[in-house]
């Protein structure tokens, strides 16, 4: 027999063993590769989950940060100043006097004053008007033109303040009618139409059937550009003497027409063959006031629902007015009111920087830079979630069972916290950021940011449901793991 060398066995015996070793070698360093990798994919998805918790943070800074300096009340008062139109004090002082502004003192008077209304007649009987009726007019409408001060348009704030102070009572331009003229009568207009039938216009080959009784006149402010200075515009209507009253009043439509409509061949031959016609004319407004004093602006502007703000609320009214704007008094009374508005809507939108994840983020970017950033972090934890549960179904050995991630955990606490964290929470949050910056900022960010929150909702809840399968399939990967050491144990017991 043939026997080996004792030192060439002993070699072959140590071989034997590392060879049988190998396999459990390998199988370890499986395992701790396997191990590393989990641990980093764990640590990836609790970065991603904290991304979108300090955003969070940072938004709810955001939401109660001061505002440098909010002009949002003085904004609105400065925008009634704006939109200001006198039309309403004339009507509000009209009303005032009541029926007394439709006094006949501000028709034509007759040779002794009287404030007889016929004395109309009398006017246009000196101006050789022909035709006319004695029979006095039936009605009449005056819109007396007002004395008072105008808004300070162009002058700085602090003249607005003293206008609407004002305790000097507005009064009215009387009408001269020493001083008036006639510029036109559609009756002769109507003979100088070729084709038209012909009209009376001389009283000398008048007969009564030719006679006009003057049914309506009107009396407005007007400028028959003249000169600066301020006229009346009169309009006489006059139906035929014999003929019966009309049942509607046929110049409604006609009171405030322009001159130029009388010149339409149309309405002429319209007028003439409903034996109709109009005397137009000019006076001009004495240069002294109307003897009837009528409110202050003053009066006005506390009275009218839409200027009443301007001297505070109810429950805290101002005398002064202007209470909003003379909060910042210091950088607005010299302005015009235009650049103070257009000062204040540049103020209004600027926004307090913020420092999100260690850079500067200029406020008026936040609105739509903090939807973006749960954006991107709630897509972050969803693709990195997806390659989880991909490996996780292939593995078959569990991971590391005690990472620490909330969103490992089973309780029903932590699977509460971890998908509010992520779908709620953040939705909330840019709801309130919304809603508090869009006055501020406009629609031009608050839509954006609208938009991105609506996706990053949509990407929160979609993490959500992947954080919450991730976790049933890691708990099922261990109970198959516990069920199949515990059939090797069986097996080596048996």
């Known amino acids: 027999m043939f026997t080996l060398p004792r030192w060439e066995t002993q070699s072959a015996r140590q071989e034997g063993q590392f060879i049988h070793s190998c396999p459990r070698l390998l199988n370890r360093l499986r395992f701790l590769i396997a191990m590393n990798l989990s641990n980093e994919s764990f640590s990836t998805l609790r970065a991603a989950h904290l991304l979108s918790i300090a955003v969070s943070a940072a938004s709810l800074i955001l939401l109660f940060a001061p505002f440098e300096t909010d002009f949002r009340e003085a904004l609105n008062e400065a925008r009634v100043l704006k939109e200001l139109s006198t039309s309403g004090f004339q009507k509000y002082a009209h009303d005032a006097l009541g029926l007394a502004m439709a006094s006949p003192e501000f028709l034509p008077r007759s040779s002794r004053g009287s404030v007889y209304v016929g004395a109309q007649?009398?006017?246009?009987?000196?101006?050789?008007?022909?035709?006319?009726?004695?029979?006095?007019?039936?009605?009449?409408?005056?819109?007396?033109?007002?004395?008072?001060?105008?808004?300070?348009?162009g002058r700085p704030l602090q003249d607005w303040l003293t206008w609407i102070n004002l305790k000097t009572p507005a009064r009215y331009w009387s009408p001269d009618w020493e001083d008036a003229l006639i510029s036109l009568d559609t009756l002769h207009k109507a003979n100088s139409i070729p084709g038209a039938a012909p009209v009376?216009?001389?009283?000398?080959?008048?007969?009564?059937?030719?006679?006009?009784?003057?049914?309506?006149?009107?009396?407005?402010?007007?400028n028959p550009r003249m000169s600066g200075e301020r006229w009346y515009r009169f309009r006489a209507f006059f139906d035929r003497a014999l003929q019966r009253k009309p049942p509607a009043p046929w110049w409604q439509g006609l009171e405030d027409a322009p001159s130029s409509k009388f010149e339409e061949k149309a309405l002429l031959e319209s007028l003439n063959r409903e034996k109709r016609s109009v005397i137009e004319g000019f006076v001009r407004a004495s240069s002294d006031m109307g003897e009837r004093v009528l409110p202050p602006i003053s009066a006005w502007i506390t009275h009218a629902p839409s200027t009443r703000a301007l001297f505070g609320s109810p429950s805290r009214p101002d005398e002064l007015g202007m209470p909003n704007l003379r909060e910042h008094w210091s950088v607005l009374a010299t302005k015009p009111l235009d650049e103070a508005?257009?000062?204040?809507?540049?103020?209004?939108r600027r926004v307090r920087d913020v420092s999100l994840f260690g850079v500067s983020v200029p406020?008026?970017?936040?609105?739509?830079?903090?939807?973006?950033?749960?954006?991107?972090?709630?897509?972050?934890?969803?693709?990195?979630?997806?390659?989880?549960?991909?490996?996780?179904?292939?593995?078959?050995?569990?991971?590391?069972?005690?990472?620490?991630?909330?969103?490992?955990?089973?309780?029903?606490?932590?699977?509460?916290?971890?998908?509010?964290?992520i779908t709620l929470i953040p939705a909330l949050l840019t709801a309130?950021?919304?809603?508090?910056?869009?006055?501020?900022?406009?629609?031009?960010?608050?839509?954006?940011a609208g938009l991105l929150a609506v996706?990053?909702?949509?990407?929160?809840?979609?993490?959500?449901?992947?954080?919450?399968?991730?976790?049933?399939?890691?708990?099922?990967?261990?109970?198959?793991?516990?069920?199949?050491?515990?059939?090797?144990?069986?097996?080596t017991i048996d």
């Open 121 to 153: 007649l009398v006017f246009f009987m000196k101006n050789k008007m022909c035709c006319l009726s004695p029979e006095p007019a039936n009605d009449w409408s005056v819109t007396p033109a007002l004395a008072y001060d105008p808004p300070p348009l």
């Open 200 to 222: 009376c216009d001389d009283d000398t080959d008048c007969t009564p059937a030719d006679l006009r009784a003057l049914s309506f006149f009107s009396v407005r402010p007007d």
């Open 455 to 491: 996706t990053a909702l949509g990407l929160g809840w979609q993490a959500s449901r992947s954080t919450a399968k991730f976790r049933a399939c890691l708990s099922a990967l261990r109970v198959r793991q516990g069920d199949g050491r515990d059939s090797a144990n069986n097996l």
């Open 363 to 421: 406020g008026s970017l936040c609105l739509v830079a903090i939807p973006l950033a749960f954006a991107v972090s709630h897509l972050y934890l969803l693709l990195n979630l997806s390659s989880c549960i991909d490996a996780v179904t292939t593995m078959k050995e569990a991971p590391n069972d005690h990472f620490p991630w909330i969103g490992l955990y089973g309780e029903p606490l932590a699977r509460v916290v971890t998908s509010w964290s």
């Open 341 to 348: 508005i257009a000062f204040m809507e540049q103020e209004q």
């Open 432 to 448: 309130l950021l919304i809603l508090r910056y869009h006055g501020r900022l406009g629609l031009s960010s608050s839509l954006p």
